[in-house]
């Protein structure tokens, strides 16, 4: 299976009647079992190529391909819960060929089991989020799109958390889209990050990592963080530069 | 207990300004009870009463889910909101009493002009709301249903429906309230029986202990209905919600 992007451009006209260019063309593909890591600021245009992507927003020129018959497990950025619904059955909701033993197995894994009859509004941030990483891969997902599932938790529960993303996407061979400021997450669980520059987005810089991620040792991930802190500082020099000149 | 106070307040009030107006006008509370007992016991007003609530049933469910259809389509539909609002505008500005009586000329003084025409009265009120409860919507809900491939249905009973029933709960009770009185009008313009009907007769004899034991009993009708129907699928809809302190 794979998803092939190419998004040629992406306007949008505000209130005031002015024309915004929010994506310059865009284009990558990533494979089954692959992670793909978007990284970019904030207010880049990462969110609307999400939206582009899942199909929410059909207002773009290019194209992108997946497969139509793949599931879509996703975590957004809020966790967008039904808060009238439990926890357990907002995951069969979206899941509702799964097995009981699947689900006791997911919800142990992200240690939800204590939860399963509260309603979202009961739970904090970081169970929330748990409860939206549980819906997604409930589904069994061939496509899984990750927004931001880490933002705003303290180091020690995103770390967990991370480990755990990490463990459930060895399990299957699926595509995964991760997008993220930290790049940390991006190093620790990427296959191929796509750092993409600030609106209107355009990847600037393709990195692959090579090194399996269950293989990637502490010493290995600071190897490839100061690597990329050099490249990224090239390319704001180059940036500079060309300022420069013109 | 609180409830039970309430009433007793009410009850004594009552009583010590029948003393003072006097019965012709204010009968006092046994004299009432006396009627309605008397009634009761004859069937009249159980036949009265069921006439009522079966008007009310029947015109209340039909405003109800077509206004509910519709309420739903305007506010998800721009084109139907446009079409649909001078409609709307007319229709809730509409005197009941004019669509009553229209009623009764083009449909004749029958069962089925009465019923419509309390249902039209109600009509508007309950699209408004269900036009404002379907625009409140949370369309990044909408777009998680979408993600995960719910079917319609499924999208529709467990995301969109929940949304609404405080719409739907809400339009109920003002509905319910406003059925409540508009039957009455159309059962004394053109139904031979009804509790609006007896309230006719009351009026036509100055019957007041007639026309208090006819209304008092309804108002029972609806406050027991309030309470074991309305309250409850409230209570229901909303369990979710964090309770207040």
């Given at each position: 299976?794979?998803?092939?992007?190419?998004?040629?451009?992406?306007?949008?006209?505000?209130?005031?009647?002015?024309?915004?260019?929010?994506?310059?063309?865009?284009?990558?593909?990533?494979?089954?079992?692959?992670?793909?890591?978007?990284?970019?600021?904030?207010?880049?245009?990462?969110?609307?190529?999400?939206?582009?992507?899942?199909?929410?927003?059909?207002d773009?020129?290019?194209?992108?391909?997946?497969?139509?018959?793949?599931?879509?497990?996703?975590?957004?950025?809020?966790?967008?819960?039904?808060?009238?619904?439990?926890?357990?059955?907002?995951?069969?909701?979206?899941?509702?060929?799964?097995?009981?033993?699947?689900?006791?197995?997911?919800?142990?894994?992200?240690?939800?089991?204590?939860?399963?009859?509260?309603?979202?509004?009961?739970?904090?941030?970081?169970l929330?989020?748990?409860?939206?990483?549980?819906?997604?891969?409930?589904?069994?997902?061939?496509?899984?799109?990750?927004?931001?599932?880490?933002?705003?938790?303290?180091?020690?529960?995103?770390?967990?958390?991370?480990?755990?993303?990490?463990?459930?996407?060895a399990?299957?061979?699926?595509?995964?889209?991760l997008?993220?400021h930290?790049?940390?997450?991006?190093?620790?669980?990427?296959?191929?990050?796509?750092?993409?520059?600030?609106?209107?987005?355009?990847?600037?810089?393709?990195?692959?990592?090579?090194?399996?991620?269950?293989?990637?040792?502490?010493?290995?991930?600071?190897?490839?963080?100061?690597?990329?802190?050099?490249?990224?500082?090239?390319?704001?020099?180059?940036?500079?530069?060309?300022?420069?000149?013109? | 207990?609180?409830?039970?106070?309430?009433?007793?307040?009410?009850?004594?009030?009552?009583?010590?300004?029948?003393?003072?107006?006097?019965?012709?006008?204010?009968?006092?509370?046994?004299?009432?009870?006396?009627?309605?007992?008397?009634?009761?016991?004859?069937?009249?007003l159980?036949?009265?009463?069921?006439?009522?609530?079966?008007?009310?049933?029947?015109?209340?469910?039909?405003?109800?889910?077509?206004?509910?259809?519709?309420?739903?389509?305007?506010?998800?539909?721009?084109?139907?909101?446009?079409?649909?609002?001078?409609?709307?505008?007319?229709?809730?500005?509409?005197?009941?009493?004019?669509?009553?009586?229209?009623?009764?000329?083009?449909?004749?003084?029958?069962?089925?002009?009465?019923?419509?025409?309390?249902?039209i009265?109600?009509?508007?009120?309950?699209?408004v709301?269900?036009?404002?409860?379907?625009?409140?919507?949370?369309?990044?809900?909408?777009?998680?249903?979408?993600?995960?491939?719910?079917?319609?249905?499924?999208?529709?009973?467990?995301?969109?429906?929940?949304?609404?029933?405080?719409?739907?709960?809400?339009?109920?009770?003002?509905?319910?309230?406003?059925?409540?009185k508009?039957?009455?009008?159309?059962?004394?313009?053109?139904?031979?029986?009804?509790?609006?009907?007896?309230?006719?007769?009351?009026?036509?004899?100055?019957?007041?202990?007639?026309?208090?034991?006819?209304?008092?009993?309804?108002?029972?009708?609806?406050?027991?209905?309030?309470?074991?129907?309305?309250?409850?699928?409230?209570?229901r809809?909303?369990?979710?919600?964090?309770?207040?302190?």
């Open positions: 299976m794979r998803l092939e992007v190419e998004i040629t451009g992406k306007t949008f006209t505000s209130a005031a009647g002015g024309t915004h260019e929010v994506l310059a063309p865009v284009k990558f593909a990533l494979q089954s079992g692959e992670v793909g890591v978007l990284i970019g600021p904030s207010g880049c245009g990462k969110s609307t190529m999400l939206r582009i992507i899942l199909g929410l927003d059909r773009f020129a290019g194209r992108v391909a997946r497969p139509p018959e793949a599931r879509i497990g996703m975590v957004f950025q809020e966790p967008r819960l039904l808060p009238w619904r439990s926890v357990e059955q907002n995951v069969r909701l979206a899941a509702p060929d799964i097995s009981d033993a699947k689900l006791s197995e997911l919800f142990r894994i992200l240690e939800l089991e204590a939860h399963r009859s509260h309603f979202p509004g009961e739970l904090s941030l970081g929330a989020r748990r409860v939206a990483l549980a819906r997604a891969f409930a589904v069994e997902p061939d496509l899984l799109v990750l927004d931001e599932p880490l933002a705003s938790l303290d180091d020690a529960l995103a770390g967990r958390l991370r480990d755990e993303i990490a463990t459930l996407v399990s299957r061979p699926i595509m995964t889209l997008v993220t930290s790049l940390d997450d991006a190093i620790r669980l990427g296959d191929r990050l796509f750092f993409l520059s600030p609106r209107p987005a355009r990847i600037v810089q393709e990195l692959p990592i090579t090194i399996p991620r269950a293989a990637r040792s502490e010493a290995e991930i600071a190897a490839i963080r100061t690597e990329l802190a050099r490249r990224i500082q090239a390319e704001q020099d180059d940036i500079h530069a060309g300022r420069d000149v013109s | 207990m609180l409830r039970l106070l309430s009433f007793a307040l009410f009850l004594a009030i009552w009583w010590i300004a029948a003393l003072f107006v006097g019965g012709a006008k204010l009968p006092s509370p046994p004299a009432v009870l006396e009627v309605m007992i008397a009634e009761a016991s004859s069937g009249a159980f036949l009265h009463l069921g006439a009522t609530l079966a008007r009310v049933t029947l015109a209340f469910t039909l405003a109800m889910s077509i206004g509910s259809a519709i309420g739903y389509l305007m506010g998800r539909v721009k084109l139907a909101d446009r079409l649909g609002d001078p409609w709307l505008i007319l229709l809730l500005n509409l005197p009941a009493l004019v669509v009553i009586v229209l009623a009764y000329i083009w449909a004749g003084l029958t069962e089925t002009a009465a019923i419509a025409a309390i249902a009265n109600k009509l508007p009120t309950a699209i709301t269900l036009r404002e409860g379907t625009r409140a919507l949370d369309r990044s809900l909408d777009e998680m249903a979408s993600v995960f491939a719910m079917p319609r249905r499924r999208a529709f009973r467990h995301v969109v429906l929940p949304q609404l029933a405080p719409y739907i709960a809400a339009s109920a009770r003002s509905g319910l309230s406003l059925v409540w508009i039957v009455l009008v159309a059962e004394l313009l053109g139904r031979p029986n009804g509790v609006g009907f007896e309230i006719g007769v009351a009026f036509q004899l100055f019957d007041t202990p007639r026309l208090l034991a006819y209304s008092l009993t309804f108002a029972a009708v609806v406050l027991v209905i309030e309470t074991l129907v309305v309250q409850p699928f409230e209570a809809a909303n369990r979710w919600r964090p309770r207040a302190a």
